[in-house]
């Protein structure tokens, strides 16, 4: 009967091929893999602690050792003014801080209060003292001092004593 069919139209039917809706599928599903594949990557090379994190949940990486405080830098990494600075501006910090120890204690005693009389005392314009490298000297003097009171609640003279500081200059 095939033949007959043949003859008559000169031409063999045969039903629809499912190959053109299978290759159609197979070259979206290679088009979405390789995005997503060229996401990852994208995203891995932006992000180099995801790899990190990926190859140490994989067991083929150690994790990083943890730093102390990696937002500062070191007092040897600081330029040669910014030491000058450092040197003049930390006892000026200390004795600040203890003519007003209540108020330290007490959590009122504002970064720009203490930069107010930094700049009336050195002679430097307030807006000088807001630049990242003199800002992070004065944070420093102040947090040594905060952390050896405990925060102000050790007495002032304990804590003077602590720091090597004479209060009977005050």
Known sequence: MAAATQQATGKIKRAPSKRKRHGRRWWWL?????????????VLHLRPEWLQALRVAAGVAQPPKPTARPRKASARSRSAGTRLFERAVVPLVRDYVFAHYGDFAASRLTFRDLKTHLAESMHVPYEELQTDELSEVIEDAVDVIANKCDGGQTPAEDCATALGFDLAGL
Not at 30 to 42: C, E, I, K
């Open 30 to 42: 290679a088009g979405v893999t390789l995005a997503l594949s060229v996401g990852a990557a994208l």
